[in-house]
């Protein structure tokens, strides 16, 4: 059975460093995109970015490039999304999901599987 | 890179059907048959309901159904239920490789 796992809930304070992961298992973690989403309190979701962690390829949201940065382990399945000097409006829900259509080279919108949200909070 | 234009609120009484619009440009939606849909309950992560415009995944109930015009999708939800009050958001890809979100829609079961 697929499964994608978040790490826990952050608090950080502004200027911080943070760095979130999401583990998956069930399915050939290589060969399947993992993409991270924005969800504020109360607000709509936002696509961050997407990376394929077989060879690293992403695709970034011009929204976020440059605030973040995604990276992979391949060898303990495991994707990361990075900041490294935090701001008060990065305070959000942040959802890793996985492309149901796991070709290399060619992103899809047909997320099927989800972690369970970290929470970020930075006070 | 703006969002896609849902309907703030939605709204339908057990039973009937209603359908949510997600209006997007050349750019997104209306350039590519990659739409897909999403349901999410307060508190709980997004569920795939519709993707490629009109397909289903597996374990979806064909009460849910997806369609597009130009550079609008929309999702139908027939004989409404309660547990389908939720949050619905689109998806599209857009080009240049991306992917935008709707700004979301709540769907009230009156």
């Known amino acids: 059975e697929v499964h994608l796992v978040q790490s826990g809930a952050e608090v950080k304070k502004p200027g911080e460093s943070l760095k979130i992961s999401c583990k998956g298992s069930g399915y050939s973690f290589s060969h399947y995109w993992i993409g991270w989403v924005r969800q504020v309190s109360g607000k709509g979701l936002e696509w961050m970015g997407i990376i394929y962690p077989d060879d690293s390829d992403t695709r970034d949201s011009p929204s976020f490039l440059g605030q973040v940065t995604m990276s992979v382990d391949k060898s303990i399945n495991t994707v990361y999304l990075q900041w490294s000097s935090l701001k008060a409006s990065d305070t959000a829900m942040y959802y890793c999901a996985r492309l149901a259509s796991g070709i290399s080279g060619a992103i899809d919108t047909d997320f099927d599987y989800w972690g369970q949200g970290t929470l970020v909070t930075v006070s | 890179q703006s969002a896609l234009t849902q309907p703030a609120s939605v709204s339908g009484s057990p039973g009937q059907s209603i359908t949510i619009s997600c209006s997007g440009t050349i750019s997104d939606v209306g350039g590519y048959n990659l739409v897909s849909w999403f349901q999410q309950h307060p508190g709980k992560a997004p569920k795939l309901m519709i993707y490629?415009?009109?397909k289903r995944p597996s374990g979806v109930s064909n009460r849910f159904s997806g369609s597009k015009s130009g550079s609008t999708a929309s999702l139908t939800i027939s004989g409404l239920q309660a547990e389908d009050e939720a949050d619905y958001y689109c998806c599209s890809y857009a080009h240049i490789n991306t992917l935008v979100f709707g700004g979301g829609s709540k769907l009230t079961v009156l």
């Open positions: 490629e415009v009109s």
